[in-house]
């Protein structure tokens, strides 16, 4: 069972504009939600976390947003830039991590 | 510091050879954690360690599988009898008991089983 999904294989904006990333998720006892973000041929990065008992959190360009009632969490990348060219993983923190299937976000010039 | 490393970088192996991963983690951290991923798919977890004690095995590590982490440091991951479907990117983790979301990753081993 997919207990964190990303339905959206790919995503391609310009430089500049708004890059949102969506994840979905089943299981309400996660206690943290995270996003990584990869470059071909290295392991994961962590980007950015938010803790179940709140709704936001920001950090720089990056801004990550989680609507419990709904299960479902979104980073929002502004503005974006073509080093953000990557695949975005969400996931979910038990003792271990849930991935989901990740997102290829392609920045244009 | 030089981050969370992992030897060999690429194995190939024909199917029923046994292979061995080492991963050798930050060093002040105390948890290590396996993942595998395969093409088109998100890391799936597959054990953890807490200095030497292993806490969590998941149910996609059939008994071919077997890791390590003898002195709390380094840890070893090795798959006995290979099969095709073992194909895939080993990944290691390190990380903190307080913050354990927050995981630094290696760069990963691929396995190839011909």
């Given at each position: 069972d997919q207990q964190v999904k990303q339905n959206s294989p790919s995503l391609s904006v310009q430089e500049g504009r708004i890059s949102i990333l969506n994840c979905?998720?089943?299981n309400s006892m996660f206690d943290y939600f995270l996003w990584y973000k990869k470059y071909p041929a290295e392991g994961p990065t962590f980007l950015?976390?938010?803790?179940?008992?709140?709704?936001?959190?920001?950090?720089?360009?990056?801004t990550v947003f989680l609507n419990k009632?709904?299960?479902?969490?979104?980073l929002h990348i502004v503005p974006s830039q073509p080093g953000?060219?990557?695949v975005y993983f969400c996931a979910a923190f038990?003792?271990?991590l849930i991935f989901g299937q990740g997102t290829t976000l392609q920045v244009k010039p | 510091d030089t981050g969370v490393s992992q030897n060999p970088r690429h194995k190939i192996t024909k199917r029923g050879q046994n292979v061995t991963f080492r991963c050798d983690p930050i060093s002040e951290h105390n948890r290590l954690y396996w993942y595998r991923q395969t093409l088109g798919q998100?890391?799936?977890?597959?054990?953890?360690?807490?200095?030497?004690a292993q806490l969590e095995k998941s149910r996609l590590l059939s008994d071919r599988f077997s890791a390590e982490r003898p002195k709390g440091s380094f840890?070893?991951?090795?798959?006995?009898?290979?099969e095709q479907g073992d194909s895939a990117m080993y990944l290691c983790a390190s990380t903190l008991v307080q913050?354990?979301?927050?995981?630094?990753?290696?760069?990963?081993?691929r396995l190839t089983v011909t």
């Open positions: 979905d998720y089943t950015i976390s938010i803790s179940s008992i709140k709704d936001k959190n920001e950090d720089g360009r990056f009632s709904a299960k479902h969490l979104s953000d060219s990557a038990t003792g271990k | 998100g890391p799936e977890f597959l054990t953890y360690f807490q200095n030497e840890s070893t991951l090795e798959i006995q009898r290979t913050g354990a979301y927050e995981q630094y990753f290696g760069p990963g081993t």
